[in-house]
């Protein structure tokens, strides 16, 4: 029988990994919550110095295979303070002031403060710039900017509350749960790291047996393309889980599992695809298979790059408007896990 996912529990642990900003290069915070919890389900982790969290299971056994997730969100940076008390921003990853706009956010100052928002247009009052707002296409350079919940009028009143060239500014992730339905900003990626979570209580609790040497890898780097490039020497498998992207001419879909084949770098390993296949027939897994280009990686190309020795491949669920406020359906998550178990197990 198919491992099955506590649903429950997951839904309470991926929201409150949301609560948790983490853009990328801001990992401190989950880092520590994820640190905490995995030593409280009874494992060891270990806390890599860029940032990252390894645990280490079954280590007596043979073929080591990893398991990654990552944590880092995109998001954005101030980057300049203007005159009026707005804030200019910069992305951290691929967030488009498209999918940001009217957004509300978070603005970390070195201090600890966090400083409310919401990114609007410079014009933003429909009834006196209706032109403006029908012809311009929000760009953060231009136009969007982040208007603070303060009493702030210029940049030396902004400088005074703590505000600083640099500080991380993260978006609310209005998580919400409709009838299966998993709606919020970032389910790209914490949904698969709570899965992670879910499967070391599962292993914990005798549910999964493991034959080979497992590594789980909590990356807080994905975003921007180094998260995989430092792994254990002894890896022979790298499985990255991450969302499948839904668009035209997509098989994925948010309630079934997907299997990897190919992204914009590179093709997965052939063999690890087939048997990621041959472990969705066997668990009675809802999946499918799909290629993603033209704006597509994960984690487990930059081990490639980097020169390990390795097999990669990706799974993950069918999610709607990928870097967006993003989609996905329980059911997908279901069929990730017994896909997963299923494959981990042999």
């Given amino acids: ?27 401190h915070e989950l880092q520590d919550y994820l640190v905490k919890e995995i030593e409280e389900i009874g ?5 890599m110095h860029k940032g990252g969290i390894l645990v280490t299971l079954n280590e007596g056994g043979e073929n080591p295979v990893l398991l990654t997730a990552h944590g880092d969100t995109i998001g954005l940076m101030v980057r300049h303070i203007n005159p009026d008390g707005t804030l200019k921003v910069c992305k951290v990853g691929g967030l488009y002031a498209y999918h940001a706009e009217r957004e509300n956010v978070f603005v970390h100052t070195d201090s600890g403060r966090v400083i409310t928002g919401c990114i609007q247009r410079k014009n933003a009052s429909v009834h006196v710039t209706e032109d403006e ?12 900017f982040v208007v603070l919940d303060e009493d702030v009028h210029s940049a030396e009143d902004v400088r005074k509350i703590g505000i600083d060239i640099g500080d991380y500014v993260a978006l609310d992730p209005r998580f919400e749960y409709r009838n299966g339905y998993i709606k919020s900003h970032f389910v790209d990626d914490k949904a698969l790291v709570a899965l992670l979570m879910e499967f070391l209580k599962d292993v914990k609790d005798g549910k999964i047996k493991l034959s080979r040497k497992v ?3 909590i990356s807080f780097f994905e975003e921007i393309g180094h998260g995989g490039s430092a792994i254990p020497d002894d890896v022979k498998d790298f499985l990255a889980l991450d969302i499948a992207c839904i668009g035209p001419e997509q098989t994925s879909d948010e309630r079934k599992a997907t299997v990897f084949c190919k992204d914009s770098r590179f093709p997965y390993n052939q063999d690890l695809v087939k048997e990621l296949s041959a472990a969705g027939k066997a668990a009675g897994a809802d999946y499918v298979r799909d290629i993603f280009t033209p704006h597509y990686g994960t984690d487990a190309d930059p081990a490639l790059v980097a020169g390990y020795d390795v097999r990669h491949a990706a799974l993950g669920p069918g999610t709607r408007a990928s870097h967006g406020y993003e989609r996905t359906h329980i059911d997908g998550m279901q069929n990730v896990y017994k896909v997963m178990c299923e494959w981990i197990s042999r």
């Fill in 133 to 144: 707002l029908d012809k311009e296409v929000p760009n953060f350079d231009t136009n969007s």
């Fill in 1 to 27: 029988m198919a491992n099955l996912l506590n649903e429950e529990r997951f839904l309470h642990e991926l929201e409150a990994e949301l609560a948790i900003d983490s853009v990328t290069g801001q990992y």
């Fill in 215 to 217: 590594y789980i890898y």
């Fill in 43 to 47: 494992f060891s982790a270990s806390v």
